[in-house]
């Protein structure tokens, strides 16, 4: 079993939509959840980070965090075709460690 | 721009060549590191530099050789590659190695292929 899996789409929306972008991961020691966007030929940037469990909430972004289902969630209210990249989760903090684990990345386009 | 510059952008090389890649961040991090990034596949962490101090050697084939002369500068010396080497190679860096300070700020990658 993969320590974290992300289904790689790709996503394909109408602008406007909300879209619902998800990660399962196995080890229940991970203490932090990130989402990182990475456009084209760029490399990843970090797009929210949370602590643990719960919602973060960033502009048209929403991070959620459920330890007790070992699941994360990214939701863009009104996407916009600048939203169009790929998105990976990413955990660490296993037993205070450095180590963070990236999921495949999921390819979305948001259409114009 | 996130402060990480990498060079070349792209790279095609044989599989008898040496090649060097190169990283350099303006952040004034303390940690260094080596992803390779293929499709539809999770990031896989190469190595890990802190301080300038190797402290993650993830597994990595011989052929691929890190050096890290100083916090801002990380090289990835690259011979007798295989053809499955061809991939994304990303450096990023952060302040430093755990909790908070870990979020690491990513170059633009190396685009390899090996014939």
């Known amino acids: 079993q993969k320590e974290v899996e992300q289904d790689p789409g790709p996503l394909s929306v109408p602008e406007g939509a909300i879209v619902s972008l998800n990660c399962t991961y196995s080890?229940?020691?991970?203490?932090?959840f990130m989402w990182y966007r990475q456009y084209s030929r760029k490399g990843p940037e970090l797009l929210m980070y949370t602590y643990s469990s719960g919602n973060k909430e960033d502009g048209r972004f929403t991070a959620q965090v459920d330890k007790s289902s070992k699941y994360i969630s990214l939701f863009i209210r009104d996407s916009q075709p600048s939203d169009s990249a790929t998105y990976l989760c990413?955990?660490?903090?296993?037993?205070?460690?450095?180590?963070?684990?990236f999921g495949a990345g999921t390819r979305l386009f948001v259409k114009a | 721009e996130t402060g990480v510059t990498q060079t070349p952008r792209h790279l095609v090389m044989g599989m008898t060549n040496k090649k060097s890649l190169k990283c350099e961040q303006h952040l004034g991090h303390n940690a260094m590191y080596w992803y390779k990034q293929s499709a539809k596949k999770p990031l896989e962490l190469m190595f890990v530099y802190s301080l300038e101090e190797r402290v993650e050697n993830n597994s990595v084939p011989s052929r691929f050789s890190p050096e890290c002369p100083n916090s801002s500068h990380l090289f990835l010396h690259l011979h007798t590659l295989q053809p499955e080497d061809s991939a994304l190679y990303l450096c990023a860096s952060s302040l430093g190695l755990a909790g908070l300070v870990n979020e690491q700020f990513f170059g633009p990658g190396t685009r390899l292929t090996v014939l």
């Open positions: 080890n229940s020691a991970f203490q932090y």
């Open positions: 990413a955990m660490s903090g296993v037993g205070g460690g450095f180590k963070t684990i």
